[in-house]
T-cell receptor, first 116, second 108 residues
Framework: DARVTQTPRDKVTEMGQEVTMRCQPILGHNTVFWYRQTMKQGLELLAY????????DSGMPKDRFSAEMPDATLATLKIQPSEPRDSAVYFCASGPEGLARYNEQFFGPGTRLTVL | DAKTTQPTSMDCAEGRAANLPCNHS???????VYWYRQIHSQGPQYIIH???NNETNEMASLIITEDRKSSTLILPHATLRDTAVYYCIVRVNNDMRFGAGTRLTVKP
């Protein structure tokens, strides 16, 4: 049963610290997405990649957030420095090759980030 | 992108059909209607999608009006495990924008 995996599942850190969240997309999927969910804003798309190239990161605060795909099996989302307002659940999702309009997105279990 | 309007919450009796409406009056011709749901503390889960025709799969049915300005997701026999937030999304590319969704509570 292929699934998107995310690590860590929970992260508590102090303001100013660097946070790295990792995602392993489903093998063979060529699109990867990062979302953030808060009670106030709901689910927000931060960035997405196709074939490891960033296609859109307009939803991501550029000054402190960065997203990369070092290889096809790993996507990372980094926050440096972290702030309390970054506290949220961060979801990674991946999708298969093909016309975008047909693509399902398969979501991981999320990383719950708390910045004190 | 077209926006969607959904009721904030709905209740449904276990075993009965759950009908979740969605308005998307500004949808354009090449935008698809997608439904996802999110069970508490989990990532969103794909349910179904369609363009013009009604669609059915093992999870649900999607009824799209002829003018495509609204749609209804039907869970034919709701169970307690169907309690979740249901999101209606219109999209033409990978830029999928989630709204607030409908919180469906299935009651025994």
């Amino acid at each position: 049963d292929a699934r998107v995996t995310q690590t860590p599942r929970d992260k508590v850190t102090e303001m100013g610290q660097e946070v790295t969240m990792r995602c392993q997309p489903i093998l063979g999927h060529n699109t990867v997405f990062w979302y953030r969910q808060t009670m106030k804003q709901g689910l927000e798309l931060l960035a997405y990649f196709r074939n490891r190239a960033p296609l859109d990161d307009s939803g991501m605060p550029k000054d402190r957030f960065s997203a990369e795909m070092p290889d096809a099996t790993l996507a990372t989302l980094k926050i440096q420095p972290s702030e309390p307002r970054d506290s949220a659940v961060y979801f990674c999702a991946s999708g298969p090759e093909g016309l975008a309009r047909y693509n399902e997105q398969f979501f991981g279990p999320g990383t719950r980030l708390t910045v004190l | 992108d077209a926006k969607t309007t959904q009721p904030t919450s709905m209740d449904c009796a276990e075993g009965r059909a759950a009908n979740l409406p969605c308005n998307h009056s500004t949808i354009s011709g090449n935008e698809y209607v997608y439904w996802y749901r999110q069970i508490h503390s989990q990532g969103p889960q794909y349910i179904i999608h369609g363009l013009k025709n009604n669609e059915t799969n093992e999870m649900a049915s999607l009824i799209i009006t002829e003018d495509r300005k609204s749609s209804t997701l039907i869970l034919p026999h709701a169970t307690l495990r169907d309690t979740a937030v249901y999101y209606c999304i219109v999209r033409v590319n990978n830029d999928m924008r989630f709204g607030a969704g409908t919180r469906l509570t299935v009651k025994p």
